[in-house]
Nanobody, 118 residues
Framework: QVQLVESGGGLVQPGGSLRLSCAAS????????MAWYRQAQGKERELVAR????????NHAPFAKGRFTISRDNAKNTVFLQMNSLKSEDTAVYYC???????????WGQGTQVTVSS
């Protein structure tokens, strides 16, 4: 079955960096677009970035541009999110998702908590 397992979250100070990873299994990874979403407490889930199955086509949310970078390694069935210059408002649970098409997710990971605080 499809499995998406995120890792790399944690507590970081404002201005710091984190690299999230998502290990995928149970499907042909290179055939699917992938994405990162996030959900802050009390807010709706929002798209952070997505990446096509054939790189380097990527799309980043306005709040992520210039700070976050999505990438993937098809040989390792893994998608990454490099997050730099983190702000307190980036605090959220970050989810990896497989995309059914460019705009719709059909499978989700369990999420990894990112907390930005001094």
């Amino acid at each position: 079955q499809v499995q998406l397992v995120e890792s790399g979250g944690g507590l970081v100070q404002p201005g710091g960096s984190l690299r999230l990873s998502c290990a995928a299994s149970g499907f042909t990874f290179r055939d699917f677009h992938m994405a990162w979403y996030r959900q802050a407490q009390g807010k709706e889930r929002e798209l952070v970035a997505r990446i096509s199955n054939i790189v380097p086509n990527t799309n980043h949310a306005p709040f992520a541009k210039g700070r976050f970078t999505i990438s993937r390694d098809n040989a390792k069935n893994t998608v990454f999110l490099q997050m730099n210059s983190l702000k307190s408002e980036d605090t959220a649970v970050y989810y990896c998702a497989r995309l059914r098409n460019w705009g719709e997710a059909d499978y989700w990971g369990q999420g990894t908590q990112v907390t930005v605080s001094s």
